[in-house]
């Protein structure tokens, strides 16, 4: 296993998975990839860019999760793993499929937390669509209520 590819959603259960990732890329030497979707931008019917105030506030979360992205490598990298980390905005099943395509992962680790039955039948969940979605091997870390945010 060369490339391995956890997904993070920048909350504390993330530990979890970097743990996981970390476990796997010291017994088999793999290099390990940490990628996060933030939300698309905002569509504005009629506008290019959208208001100012909406603009700001995008670019601070994104900010902040590009340091949050930034501290997760630095820990990564302080076990003498090779770590790169991406930062993309769009759909998330979608941009992942073309990332495990585009870097020749090997495995991708995903969390999955329990949601009420109303936002699985309107949002759905990332680890069930991607179950069906790609051939590589999946593993998928449950995560408990304890550790979300």
């Known amino acids: 296993m060369k490339n391995l590819l956890v997904a993070v959603d920048m909350k504390p259960s993330d530990t979890k998975l970097l743990h996981q990732a970390t476990v796997l890329a010291e017994k088999f030497g793999s290099k390990v990839w940490v990628i996060h979707v933030a939300a698309p931008e905002p569509d504005f019917v009629g506008y290019d860019i959208g208001p100012k105030y909406l603009r700001d506030v995008l670019a601070e979360e994104l900010r902040a999760e590009h340091q949050m992205l930034q501290s997760y490598i630095d820990d990564l990298r302080s076990s003498s793993i090779e770590v790169d980390a991406l930062l993309i905005q769009g759909p998330t099943v979608e941009l992942i499929q073309s990332e495990v395509e585009k870097l020749n992962i090997d495995m991708l680790i995903l ?39």
């Open 111 to 149: 969390g999955s937390h329990q949601h009420h039955f109303l936002y699985e039948t309107f949002v759905g969940h990332t680890a069930a669509k991607m179950i069906g979605s790609i051939s590589i091997p999946l593993l998928i870390v449950p995560l408990d209520h304890e550790t979300r945010a």
